[in-house]
């Protein structure tokens, strides 16, 4: 075979979400340009609890020609278009942060805009009376519009989803090996990885390798000494406790996220059960008392016995080092209050398949890969310290301190920014737009002006605007079929 005909042979370290969205991308997408082999002890455990998505995983499963109905199938999925946000600005308060676009813009100045000038005379409604996916998700109702029309995401079973894409790889060509990886070998020349030895005593070369070992960094960390960036200090929040149960209703088309004393609680619901668990500070609360209120705040039988996670927020300082790339927990952490992770798995992979290093590793496509991770996470990683900062709560002392604590000067920014002159601003490529709108409002943040174009419309025909915007969402929501019934079709 000449150098032109040649396979890129790729490593994979590890399975779990990471590594089997990884292997069924490049399979599915470079097919006869790679040699693909997978790495993962059977006797090893994943995390498993990434359940919640974001609608950018179905744009991926485009990429993949993915059926969504097999999909949903095989992994018990559910339809999700948001999160309830409960007890977070004050106690017995919630909002749904919701994945549509509130209302109408113009080419000056966002909705909230016309919004807030709407609240100042007594026209406007509740903020998310404007948004149709959060209209649906209240009404418990669901269904496939033409173009795009509701935007998505869903609650998966994330064992099952590895499964599926496994099995999607290995039709593709893909090799498994259960084994562990006894050591990383490095070419003493430039400290590449050359190859895997493994506990059968099988030795794997390759072209790239691809990190997804979890928290531990096999390979990115153990191996190559990247580096990490401790970012705990804006996210205090250190471990979670998870556990299963069985289901006792309809599952709703949206997660929940109910804040605690010390943290958080999440509630996924699955075709066949419920995804519980309890994020927290362990500074404030310890893994027992964690268990003790999670098992106290759940509704059906426990499944399964709760399990404890413990991890460090931050990131890797490089996501892509020599010929090694760490995607999921090797490349770092950004707790689940807002379902990123798989997104950020997501973003890795394409990311890579643009720059894939079919001709050998560039240094200039590593710099570009890192600088534009390091943009998509620190953006997300602003986006959830709003919710902890931005409270009312004073309650308890884990509260209290996320109130005080210092945050990043690019979070300080845009919160100023917004309550002064009521502007946000969408940076490049950055994952949320009207999300923060709907977060900051739902978090009590009001804007002490409007943009001075609004005064330019009637009192009449803002009105009109207004009324025009919940009309059309209240018919287009009352034709939606419930999200079960739904459901349970689409999946038949």
Known sequence: MNQAQKKTRVVIAGGGTAGWMAAAALTRVLKNKVDVTLVESSEIGTVGVGEATIPTLVFFH???KLSEQEFMSETNATYKLGINFENWKDLDHSYLHAFGVTGKDCWAAGFQHFWLRGLKEGLSGDFGDYCLERQAAEANKFAHLPNNGLNYAYHIDATSYAKFLRKLSEKEGLTR???KIDNVNLRQQDGFIESLDLDNGQRVEGDFFIDCTGFKGLLIEKAMHTGYEDWSHWLPCDSAVAVQTESTSAPLPYTRCIAHEAGWQW???LQHRVGNGMVYCSQYQSDDETIEKLLANVDGKPLNDPRVIHFRTGRRRKQWNRNCLALGLASGFLEPLESTSIHLIQQGIVRFLRMFPEAGVVQEDINEFNRQADFDIEHIRDFIILHYH?????DTPFWRHCRQMDVPDSLRHRIDLFVKTGRIFREGSELFDDSWQQVMIG????????????DTM???ELEALLTQITLQIRRTVEKLPPHEEYLKRFCQ
């Open 458 to 460: 009637s009192r009449d």
């Open 177 to 179: 090996i259960d084994a």
């Open 443 to 454: 978090q009590g943040l009001m804007p002490e002006s409007y943009h001075p174009i609004v």
């Open 390 to 394: 931005v409270t009312n709560r004073t």
């Open 62 to 64: 485009k990429l993949l």
């Open 267 to 269: 509630r996924i619901p």
